[in-house]
């Protein structure tokens, strides 16, 4: 293993646009935003957010990221060449990745002639021209520019000398980086290895290569650890290898294989020990079940069966280990007893401000409450103020602003002919400052009339709920075989004009679920206001 | 690619062995059998059954073998070398295995000094002696034997003399094949080409070599791949990649790349094409629900989004996609989505074996009614059915097997000072048959309780309804903006002892979401039941 500190690797993320083309995954601007700030506090230098020129919501949300930007990360737009026969300066969608107002832009462009004249149904001096004329175009307008060869290797296997002519005129007309893309997914990794050897002899030297791979021989990130060995530098890929068909290339396994294994720097040091946690926050956050026999990050990735062997591992990890769980953020999992730690609790409390000794009863306290929650299907990873009431709990600090007695919700629709009309109406019973409140309200769902019923009860105790607003509201189902009877979990987000939040309710009875989550929102709003916050 | 007849591969299977040790994955007697007569039927050649000697249900389930033999595979039983200082004829262990009755066995021993002094606590020599022994007693015995070198990549790494000594000695005991296994999954490629690369440099000529790979690194298709390339010739691996940990090499993955890509013969080739179902009854088996992106065989391998694209994919299927589906039995899929112009929806059409004419009136009908829904916030890329009867709606050709007047739900919550009780009913109204009927029900949560109730109240005119089972139900939150007042999409999966079918609904009120994707859920079963299938 070499840590030599001059092989600095480029890892580009593209979940944000790449990835979302996965079937079933949809993401709202909040999302996006929320995953960007995940992937550059992770440390991950090159962010691709989307298509502006292509997808109103990418447009906005270029603009939302102008107005409060990444800390560290450089956010890319990406954009095709410009269309055939028109100018680089007049093609709109070429304004549109302009006004994104990103230092880097990339663009992709045709590499297999074969798709020039079937696909874009031009000629193949004219796809020079293109990918030409656009890259010097975005360069004069102050821009940096990464060149994605679109269906390179296919491509490069049937016409090697218009491939490489490609590029060459990326090059030459200003592109920094270029990225040899299998856009089809089914190249091998010694056919890669062949091939970006092929291509590093063939191009100046100094040349900047990077690698964007799909899975759909089950090679991705074997094919994009061969293009680095032959000596790319910039690997494409994306979070939990989200992507359209069987996916992109998952940096999850990329980046500790290329930093743990071989030596390469991608993330800060103390960055990659995150790996686990932003793989499981962004999962929550596009609302898909994580992969729990996922490599390095999943749960079950250093899950070790009871009996000897555990104590043999205990002993001797790497004799069963390929590397140390926590080097990823993850743990060791003995399967049979479920052992959460002791030292999980207290890291978590100190992400929130609070130290706590082992010796601290509280401590034992929270451990046994979060395991007993874990085990009915309660997650924090995701809804950390429901975590924070938990420890205030146990610590003694969470104030009884209301106590609620209970609900009733009751829904009905009548179908007729052409339309339906539903109704949902709720009503509550709760006590605040000593006085019994029994509030009604209607919503256009069983859920909205329960949360408008709670705030109708308290904001005359507490008008400042009046501030919050619910931005979000998923629901996961945890048990699917068991059909609409399985148990559910939802996380609601909440935000009043400082900040965010979000808390978590686990039922078999979705309405349950919701009202958990729904009242520990409300109360952890109004605690911000009333005591000194304790996490963000 | 090559297709030279000399280049035979040996696929050795080890799902009822290895791919058991999944977490989550439990199989009866009946359970392995099943799936031992289909990997037969696919063409699999050795098929471990299981370590008779360590799980009394594996004894049973050789002996119901012996009874009834596979067609054409090889049964293998699987066993560690004998136990330190015993003889390998006092062994019962052993005896097990014999018992067992196969003509084919595999022992795995130690490769790596480390786990023989740490872990068998005996000596260097003892463990020669053990694998020696061992297999010197089967082959007496007239059994066949391949020997599994396990942790052989990490034990050659730390001592490759002693891991290359334990290796000769199984060769002179009478070992037929020596499989190198990366037991705890780290290994990268290139490791794995260099060190295959040099134990064939040091074994005599015409040793057979074997590779068995995990994912721990997401690289155990591409790890087996690589030792392929250098000349080993058994395959080892599981159906859907299920194993310990990350999982075993997916043979569902190496069949189609060694076999369509690199030319070697795997499975005859009227089999492979079997590949795909052989996948997904497999999954149905285990209980688990098919990886949808999987490589080759998941629903999304080959699955293709909206417009231009579409007819270029059929125009010249090859520049989109890495091999022919229907080679491995999947078949092309075009996803309707937000972008689907008239071509979608004709091609579409023509997966459920409908031919439409551009200039029929029915294809107008159904794009607009798409685009209606669509922007409503309905997405049919996952609710396949529901795109059915929408086509079969426009076609004149949906059946009214029922009429929905309307439902009520009630729920209510009791907040105690320890215990919640909460309880939920629903009441439909409807007319079957010319008959009005109103039946109510309880459930664990207001959607069970509607769908009981709709079942109550079909089930005396539709008896099938019995056998279908709701077997996923997904919940996404549309305009997150708009907290709980959000619409919501709910995906209803259903099943019966044939098929799933996916159904979807949309509304503010996510019991009424939930209502429509149930009630269109259980009509679409039994359309299944009454009219030729348009889908699967």
């Given at each position: 293993?070499?840590?030599d ?45 989307g ?24 956010i ?38 074969l798709?020039?004249?079937?696909g ?15 890259i010097?175009?975005?360069?004069s307008?102050?821009?940096r ?5 679109e ?15 490609t ?35 063939a ?23 061969a ?19 069987c996916g992109?290339?998952?940096?999850c396994?990329?980046i ?9 720097n ?27 026999h ?14 000897i062997h ?5 002993r001797n ?9 926590d ?33 601290n ?24 103020a ?11 600090k ?33 006590t605040?400052?000593?006085?019994n ?13 329960l ?14 709920i009046a ?14 075989y ?36 729904v ?6 709003g ?11």
């Open positions: 293993m070499t840590t500190s001059s092989h600095q690797l480029w890892i580009y993320d593209t979940t944000l646009r790449d990835g979302t083309q996965r079937e079933g995954l949809s993401v709202s601007i909040e999302d996006k935003l929320r995953i960007a700030r995940e992937l550059d506090r992770l440390g991950i230098p090159f962010i691709e957010g298509w502006p020129g292509a997808n109103p919501k990418d447009v906005q949300f270029f603009w939302q990221l102008q107005e409060e930007p990444l800390t560290q990360a450089e890319v737009a990406f954009c095709s060449t410009r269309r055939p026969h028109v100018k680089a300066s007049e093609d709109p969608m070429l304004q549109a990745i302009l006004a994104a107002g990103t230092r880097w832009v990339t663009i992709f462009g045709k590499s297999w002639d798709h020039v004249t079937e874009l149904k031009t000629s193949l001096e004219e796809n020079l021209e293109m990918i030409s004329d656009t010097a175009y975005l360069r307008s102050g821009r520019v990464i060149y994605d060869a269906h390179w290797f296919d491509g490069y296997k049937q016409n090697p000398n218009y491939a490489l002519q590029l060459q005129t990326a090059t030459d007309a200003g592109a920094e980086w270029l990225v040899l893309c299998d856009t089809n997914g089914g190249t091998l990794p010694h056919e890669i290895s062949q091939i970006v050897g092929d291509v590093l002899k191009m100046p030297l100094h040349t900047q290569l990077g690698i964007h791979t799909h899975n759909d021989a089950d090679t991705a990130v074997a094919n994009a650890l293009a680095v060995r032959e000596g790319a530098s910039m690997v494409q890929g994306t979070i939990n290898g989200y992507g359209e068909r992109n290339a998952n940096l396994s990329l500790p294989n290329l930093q743990l294994k071989l030596g390469y991608c993330l800060p040091k103390d960055r990659i020990t995150q790996l686990t946690q932003a793989s499981r926050l962004i999962s929550e956050v596009v609302n898909l079940a994580p992969d729990e996922a490599a390095f990050v999943g749960r079950s990735a250093f899950a070790h069966k009871g009996g555990v104590s043999a591992v205990e990890p790497l004799t069963y280990e390929h590397i140390q769980p080097k990823v953020g993850n743990s060791r999992r003995i399967v049979i007893s479920e052992q959460a730690g002791l030292s999980n609790v207290i890291a978590k409390a100190r992400t929130f401000g609070i130290e706590l000794d082992k010796q009863p509280a401590a034992k306290q929270i451990l046994q409450r979060l395991k007993e929650l874990e085990s009915q299907g309660y997650q924090f990873e995701a809804a950390e429901s975590f924070d009431l938990l420890m205030r709990e146990a610590l003694g969470r104030q009884q602003l209301f106590t609620i007695h209970g609900f009733q919700v009751h829904c009905d629709l009548v179908q007729g002919r052409v339309s339906y009309c539903s109704n949902a109406q709720a009503t509550v019973k709760l605040v400052n000593g006085q409140i029994l509030e009604a309200a209607e919503g256009n769902g069983p859920v909205a009339a949360d408008a019923a709670l705030r109708k009860a308290l904001v005359n105790f507490y008008p400042q501030e919050f607003e619910l931005t979000d509201y998923k629901v996961r189902i945890l048990d699917e068991s059909g609409t009877s399985a148990k559910t979990r939802v996380l609601v987000e909440c935000r009043n004009n400082f900040q965010r939040w979000t808390t978590v309710g686990v039922s078999t009875n979705i309405l349950e679920a919701s009202y958990h989550a009242v520990e929102g409300l109360e952890y109004l605690l911000l206001h009333s005591t000194p916050v304790l996490s963000n």
